[in-house]
C-alpha cells in the first residue's frame, strides 16, 4: 500500500494555471499507473489524465486535453499535473490515485487502488 499527498491547489482567475503534485510513499511499480482525478459539487468523480511509472503516453480526458499535461519524476516518485487555460468549468476537488499493473490506463474511480486527500481547485470567471 502507497500513501499518496496533493499539494499545489488554490484559487485562480479563468485563463490562469496551476501545478498539482501528487508525492508517493512507499513500494512503486514501474508498471502501475498513476492518475488525476476530479470531481465536482453534486457531480461523480471524474478521470482527468492518467500515466504509468514507466513508458506509456499520458491519456487525458477530452474536456482537458492540449490545456492539462501530466508529467512524473520517478526519482522523487512525483507526479504532477500542469494546468493551463483553466476555466471555471475546472472547478473541483482534484485527486490523485494510484492502481496496481495493467497495460492500459484506467477511467473508473474502481480502477485505483489508493487515493489522496484530495486539493480544492477554484477558477473564477
Known amino acids: 500500500q502507497v500513501q499518496l499527498v496533493e499539494s499545489g491547489g488554490g484559487s485562480v482567475q479563468a485563463g490562469g494555471s496551476l501545478r498539482l503534485s501528487c508525492k508517493v510513499s512507499?513500494?512503486?511499480?514501474?508498471?502501475?499507473?498513476m492518475a488525476w482525478f476530479r470531481q465536482a459539487p453534486g457531480k461523480e468523480r471524474e478521470f482527468v489524465s492518467a500515466l504509468r511509472w514507466t513508458g506509456y503516453s499520458p491519456d487525458y480526458a477530452d474536456s482537458v486535453k492540449g490545456r492539462f499535461i501530466m508529467t512524473r519524476d520517478n526519482n522523487v516518485q512525483t507526479v504532477y499535473l500542469q494546468m493551463d487555460s483553466l476555466t471555471p468549468e475546472d472547478t473541483a476537488v482534484y485527486y490523485c490515485?494510484?492502481?496496481?499493473?495493467?497495460?492500459?490506463?484506467?477511467?473508473?474511480?474502481?480502477?485505483?487502488?489508493?487515493w489522496g486527500q484530495g486539493t480544492q481547485v477554484t477558477v473564477s470567471s
Open positions: 512507499g513500494p512503486i511499480s514501474g508498471g502501475a499507473f
Open positions: 490515485a494510484s492502481g496496481l499493473p495493467r497495460l492500459r490506463a484506467g477511467t473508473l474511480p474502481t480502477d485505483y487502488t489508493d
